[in-house]
C-alpha cells in the first residue's frame, strides 16, 4: 500500500501552524489540568505578573474580553485565591487585580515545567534551529497584530 501524498493545504504554512499549535495547546493544557489551571485562568494570571496590578478594565482591554466576561473569570480565579480585588487608589469605582502569593506560586510552577514543554515540543531541533523558528514566528505574530503574551482564545466568551 503506498503512502497518500499530504494535499497541499496539508504543507500550507496555515495549516502547519494550527496543526502544531494545536498539539502544543493540548500539551499545555494537560500540564496545566496537573496543577488545577485551566489554560484561560492561567493565561489571565500569567498577565499579572507585570505590572503587579491593573484595573479589571485595564486587563479586560489587554486580554481582549468583554467586560461582562472578565467579571465571571476575575469571579473564579478569586474564589481560588489566585488573585484579590482591591479598590483603586486612582479611581474608587474602578477595582485592582493582583495575584495572591498563591497565584504567583501557581505562576512560577508553570515557569519551571516550561523548559520541558519546549523540549518536547521541539524535540529533534537545534538550540539554533528553536531560536530562528522562535524569531520567525515573533515576526509572524507582529505581521498579524497579536498582542504579546496574550493568546486569541482568551477572547473567547467563558464556556
Do not use: C
Not at 92 to 106: E, K, M, N, S
Not at 125 to 141: F, I, N
Amino acid at each position: 500500500m503506498s503512502k497518500q501524498q499530504p494535499s497541499s493545504y496539508a504543507e500550507s504554512l496555515a495549516f502547519l501552524l494550527s496543526q502544531v499549535g494545536a498539539r502544543s495547546a493540548q500539551i499545555f493544557a494537560e500540564r496545566l489540568a496537573a496543577l488545577g489551571v485551566s489554560p484561560r485562568a492561567y493565561g489571565v494570571l500569567s498577565n499579572l505578573v507585570n505590572p503587579a496590578s491593573r484595573t479589571q478594565q485595564q486587563l479586560a482591554d489587554t486580554l481582549g474580553i468583554h467586560r461582562n466576561n472578565m467579571v465571571t473569570l476575575i469571579d473564579e480565579l478569586e474564589t481560588a485565591g489566585w488573585l484579590r480585588r482591591h479598590r483603586s487608589v486612582q479611581d474608587r469605582r474602578a477595582f485592582d487585580i493582583r495575584l495572591t502569593r498563591t497565584g504567583r506560586t501557581l505562576v512560577a510552577r508553570v515557569d519551571k515545567f516550561m523548559p520541558a514543554l519546549e523540549d518536547e515540543v521541539g524535540h529533534g531541533l537545534s538550540e539554533s534551529d528553536r531560536q530562528t523558528l522562535v524569531g520567525l514566528l515573533r515576526q509572524v505574530a507582529q505581521q498579524l497584530d497579536l498582542t504579546p503574551g496574550v493568546h486569541p482564545y482568551l477572547r473567547l466568551p467563558s464556556r
